[in-house]
């Protein structure tokens, strides 16, 4: 390669919406219809690693995403690209300045199975655009980067920061910013589960578009429910109060799984085994008598469950002895919890050997920080 090249790699974080973000008043510049609040997950198991390179030798961009050649003049992938060289031809540096014509060499891949329908494209495009603005050294500010990662996937502008994040549908720019730091909740615990699918389902982009155009429940959820319930959330967030946030993320997640169903032709994410997590999850509230545990489910079957560290060991022994088929330490990835024989009453909870072998796995993880440059001199 030649000596004028440069390169800069960096990791950036999954979100996860307890409020969430479906629908769209402008399908070009991704506005949301609504505000979202998500939590960004630790970067110790789940990432997209990128390394852009630039140099005046390259003829055209290009992209490897997870080993495979993709086109580099995707619309959303130039959408961010474009952007961000728009801010470089703007710096006061002139060798930012000149930089900015060069094309790029992008390589990103996620260290999680994209496959399992685990969200890519939030981490993938923050990395993308974090990794770009290091590459050029750019002096922007974090939510100036927000709004660029929204032009690749809306959920993406909510991975350039850590902790708790807000999406504001109204703000100029449209940008996220954050409403508390990781270290803010340490006790809160995050469970992924994976769980088998075999139906290949309609994307994201496509059923929000689907909803936006046929769901008057969708029409409902923007006008009266979505603004109180951003309020409500961001004080339970700020108080620390779980049974109160327990209660607002599952509510969520429900409304949006029925705005699914409400929409024509409807669109099926959850399954019958994210069904079971559901129930399961409602049972075990009621034999702890309080709330201990939250669901939240995206555009597919995956669980994710939000429970503090004092109640880890005890629910993730419930629900491996009615999910797990494979040995306790494959089961738990991340942060491996240890296992407690489950107390009686817990154990009416285990009835259907059926559901054994449902979820492939799961991972534990807590709240987490930003994107982060991790080249050797970065
Ligand atoms: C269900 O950000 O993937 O995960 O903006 O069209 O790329 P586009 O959609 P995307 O949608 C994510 C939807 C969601 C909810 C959420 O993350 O808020």
Redesign the pocket.
Known sequence: MDCKSRSSTCIAPINI?VI???G?SDEEQ?IPLND?I?ITLDTDYMFTKTTATISPEFTQDSIVLNNEQGSGDGVRFQNCLSEVRKLAASSKHASTVEKSTWKVAIVSENNFPTKAGL?S??SGYACLVFTLAQLYELESHQSELSALARRG????CRSLFGGFVRWFHDSQPCIARPIAEAEHWPELRCLVAVVSNTSKSVG??EG?RRSAETSKLLEHRVKNVVRDRIEDIKMAILEKNFVKFAEITMRDSNQ?HAICLDTYPPLFYMNSTSQAIIQLVHRYNQIRQSVKVAYTF??GPNAVLFLEQAEISRFASVFYSVFGSTPHDQFFRGKVPDLVDPTEDVTSLVPEKALKGQVQYTIVCHVGQGPKNIDPTG
């Open positions: 919406a969430k973000y479906w769209k991704i979202s998500s969200a494209s939030a996937s809306g959920s993406a994201s982009t929000m949006f995206d555009a």
